[in-house]
């Protein structure tokens, strides 16, 4: 082959030497590469010159001048841009989160507060880290405030902590993240006591959970619903982590949970001392879940973990319908003489469904303080012809025959109401709206009174004394008419607010018993129609199972949202 650098340089000094002053560089060029023959590799190389030097080498020189200014500015950008990075959150924190930090590093620094708060302690190794002190005399559960009031302490804490560039355990890409992550800011309430940080118990705990989560049953929480969901979420999101489940009622607002229930399977180890069980972070060693701490628990960062990143509607719910359902699974077995009815009420309208030819379809209705999703009945509710409709159609499809069929073939199946309006059984509308198919209720064991039953049964009239002018006046029965509102639910019994009495306790677990009866009867419909804005609608789902909503036999009939565990899109 040619060597070409000899042919470079041959061509440097043939136009030095053999040009004549009229013929141009390029002539020369064209001569030489068809008139003249190829430089023999013997001669020696041609001198080096000024021309044939400098061209290479300046070439070779502008091309690493480029690189390295391209290196230094790509250097100078991420400097400029990571100091950048760490700053800006800074800069955007609020004075009361700055303020917030501040005093509560100062109170690491000097003493312990009295009542239960996060702080910033530091680690032997002087790495500023997060934790929760909650003073050993507080009794378990704490108030929901508190829960609430340590969680949002501790998102301004985390946010500081990894936002500043010197902290180790800042947010690097090298870290998980994620909802299963592990906070690298939090030091864990144990190892804070370790390290002398957090004062250490005096009573000795053996055998204590590796960890947990402890689900407390809300003192504020008046859905029974929505108690359940998340108490079913919680169960089964412990399980997924392998924690140890334990659940605490000694003030939810319904009464004790095995007033209703079987107990929960007993884990084989101990619950952790009170002060080492904390609201937040979610990756904490022992974790106390409720109503009050969902939002962390529950929020956006579980539904991303959760849905299928590439999955809509109905499918990208599966994951949490199932964590729900191992919850139901393992803790929705009712209690004594409700259980036994339970089952009998459900064999005796499957019998009814067979004879002919039917099956079971139930309706849930819910009024009260609960309002529908949809913007047009937002403040109102949904017509009962929507209902009404809906079970029709499930009717005639759970029938399996044309639309066509003749009404007389399977207008003897169940048609079962459960509803917290004991009137709306009887209205008008609805009666018209599903005519000529019959409604019965889902239940007959405990209902809801209305206005004119307690009057009946237990007439209340004023009290006047003999000879008196004065009249003492007595407080008229009040029904459930209109639905549940959570105001009637905590003034049973003349209960005060944040208080229980046992007359209350007992007006309130027989409303949650005929709750319970209403939930069984429904689940083992062969269809269902609600709308998903109901709690009851969504728990519904959960004991009809994944199948049966895939295959259309659970009906939501607000706003065309498909089944989720809160009832968002």
């Known amino acids: 082959m040619r060597d070409r650098r000899n042919t470079i340089l041959s061509m440097s000094s043939t136009d030095s030497t053999d040009s004549a002053a009229t013929r141009s560089s390029n002539d020369g060029w064209n001569e030489k590469k068809h008139d003249e023959l190829p430089d023999s590799?013997?001669?020696?190389?041609?001198?080096?010159?000024k021309e044939n030097w400098s061209r290479p080498r300046t070439g070779k020189a502008m091309a690493a001048k480029i690189v390295l200014a391209v290196v230094g500015v790509v250097m100078l950008w991420r400097y400029w841009c990571g100091a950048w990075m760490y700053s800006m959150p800074q800069t955007v924190q609020t004075a009361a989160q700055t303020q917030s930090q501040a005093d509560m590093e100062w109170i690491a620094a000097n003493a312990l507060p009295d009542e239960p708060t996060a702080l910033v302690v530091a680690d032997p190794v002087g790495t500023s880290k997060w934790t929760i002190s909650i003073?050993?005399?507080f009794t378990f559960p704490l108030r929901s405030q508190y829960y609430k009031d340590m969680c949002s302490q501790g998102d301004t804490m985390r946010e500081g902590l990894s936002n500043d560039p010197d902290h180790s355990g800042g947010n690097h890409w090298w870290r998980r993240h994620g909802y299963f992550a592990k906070d690298q800011t939090y030091l864990d309430v144990a190892e804070a006591e370790k390290l002398g940080a957090l004062p250490k118990s005096k009573v000795d705990f053996t055998n204590v959970c590796e960890s947990s989560m402890?689900?407390?049953?809300?003192?504020?929480?008046?859905?029974f619903g929505r108690s359940l969901l998340l108490l079913w979420m919680s169960y089964g999101l412990a399980k997924q982590e392998g924690r140890s489940f334990f659940i605490d009622d000694s003030r939810w607002a319904w009464g004790k949970f095995s007033s209703y229930f079987l107990p929960p399977p007993a884990p084989k180890c101990l619950r952790p001392p009170p002060h080492q069980i904390v609201p937040c972070p979610r990756s904490a060693r022992h974790v106390v879940v409720s109503s009050t701490t969902a939002p962390w628990t529950f929020g956006p960062s579980f539904e991303k973990e959760f849905q299928g990143r590439h999955k809509h509607g109905l499918s990208s719910d599966r994951r949490i319908f199932e964590v729900a359902r191992s919850g139901y699974e393992a803790l929705f077995k009712l209690t004594g003489e409700d259980a036994l009815y339970a089952a009998s009420r459900i064999a005796k309208l499957k019998d009814d469904a067979a004879a002919h030819h039917g099956s079971v379809v139930g309706m849930q209705i819910r009024r009260g303080d609960v309002h529908p999703f949809e913007y047009e009945y937002s403040r109102d509710y949904?017509?009962?012809?929507?209902?009404?409709?809906?079970?029709?159609?499930?009717?005639?499809s759970c029938h399996g025959k044309a639309s066509d069929l003749n009404d007389l073939e399977y207008i003897g199946s169940p048609l079962v109401l459960a509803s917290d309006d004991p009137g709306v059984i009887n209205s008008a509308e609805l009666q018209q709206a599903i005519a000529p198919f019959s409604i019965q209720r889902a239940q007959e064991r405990i209902q809801l009174a209305t206005k004119d039953t307690l009057d009946q049964s237990s007439p209340k009239k004023p009290v006047r004394a003999p000879g008196s002018a004065y009249v003492k006046h007595v407080d008229e029965n009040t029904?459930?008419?209109g639905g549940f509102f959570s105001g009637l639910f905590f003034s049973l019994g003349g209960a005060k607010a944040g208080s229980q009495n046992d007359q209350a306790v007992q007006l309130r677990q027989f409303?949650?018993?005929?709750y319970l009866l209403d939930l069984a009867v429904l689940g083992a419909s062969d269809g269902v129609v609600c709308a998903v804005s109901s709690a009851t609608c969504r728990a519904a789902a959960v004991v009809m199972g994944w199948d049966a909503v895939k295959a259309g036999k659970w009906v939501n009939i607000d706003d065309g949202r498909s089944w989720s565990w809160n009832g968002r899109r």
């Open 41 to 49: 590799p013997t001669l020696p190389l041609p001198a080096t010159t």
């Open 135 to 137: 003073p050993h005399n």
């Open 214 to 223: 402890t689900f407390v049953l809300d003192e504020e929480e008046a859905s």
């Open 382 to 396: 949904l017509p009962l012809e929507r209902y009404a409709s809906g079970a029709r159609s499930l009717l005639q």
């Open 479 to 481: 029904g459930w008419e």
């Open 511 to 514: 409303v949650g018993r005929a």
